[in-house]
Each structure stands twice: as structure tokens, then as C-alpha cells.
């Protein structure tokens, strides 16, 4: 199984980016996808997350500001965030949790993406 992240880049204060990461191989399915940051000298935290009954939770930094969509068929997710702030700057990593087969425990087992650098320049 791998995560393929992309769209990260360089933009400035207010703008907008979209994340989107997509997850192949063998896949039974997925429980729930992610998206996570880490920020220089920071710990790995949570931006939003989507359950496959389309519950979300996000960061209480970027409520209001970002959106995550997932689609459990297509096994995607994407991350469109707008009115970006410095402090959003960081390397987001794409985040599942699946289970390669029928007999996998639920909820599956986690998988990350590569890691996608997002900077934000005032």
C-alpha cells in the first residue's frame, strides 16, 4: 500500500492551496484518511481527518479556513485550505488507516505519505 501526496508549494498570506493524496495497492478498504503537519521543531499534529461515514474533525487552528473531502471508493482525500497564515507552514503528510484484507482488524492499519512541504510567506 502507498500514499501518494501532492500539491504543496509556496504561497502567501491569504492565499489558497489543495492538497490531494491517493492510496493504491492492495487495498480491502479504508477507515478513515487524514491530513497531519509538522512544523520546524514542532511535533507531527492533526489538521483534519474523514471517517468513510463522512464525519470530520479538524484542528481548531484552521477551522473555518480548510476543508477536507475524501472519497472511500476511489480511496482519495484532499485538503483545500484557504486564508493561509504563516504559522500553516510545515510539511503536511497524508495519513490512512486501511485494512488490506477481510480478515484485517479493524479499524486497518496506518499508513503515511511522503510528505509534502507547504510554505506560507508573509
Known amino acids: 500500500v502507498q500514499l501518494q501526496a501532492s500539491g504543496g508549494g509556496l504561497v502567501q498570506t491569504g492565499g489558497s492551496l489543495r492538497l490531494s493524496c491517493a492510496a493504491s495497492?492492495?487495498?480491502?478498504?479504508?477507515?478513515?484518511m487524514g491530513w497531519y503537519r509538522q512544523a520546524p521543531g514542532k511535533q507531527r499534529e492533526l489538521v483534519a481527518g474523514?471517517?468513510?461515514?463522512?464525519?470530520?474533525d479538524y484542528a481548531d487552528s484552521v477551522k473555518g479556513r480548510c476543508t477536507i473531502s475524501g472519497d472511500f471508493a476511489a480511496n482519495t482525500v484532499d485538503l483545500q485550505m484557504n486564508s493561509l497564515k504563516t504559522e500553516d507552514t510545515g510539511v503536511y503528510y497524508c495519513?490512512?488507516?486501511?485494512?488490506?484484507?477481510?480478515?484485517?482488524?479493524?479499524?486497518?492499519?496506518?499508513?503515511w505519505g511522503q510528505g509534502t512541504q507547504v510554505t506560507v510567506s508573509s
Open positions: 495519513h490512512a488507516r486501511i485494512r488490506r484484507t477481510r480478515w484485517s482488524n479493524l479499524p486497518g492499519y496506518d499508513y
Open positions: 495497492g492492495s487495498i480491502f478498504s479504508v477507515n478513515d
Open positions: 474523514i471517517i468513510s461515514s463522512g464525519d470530520t
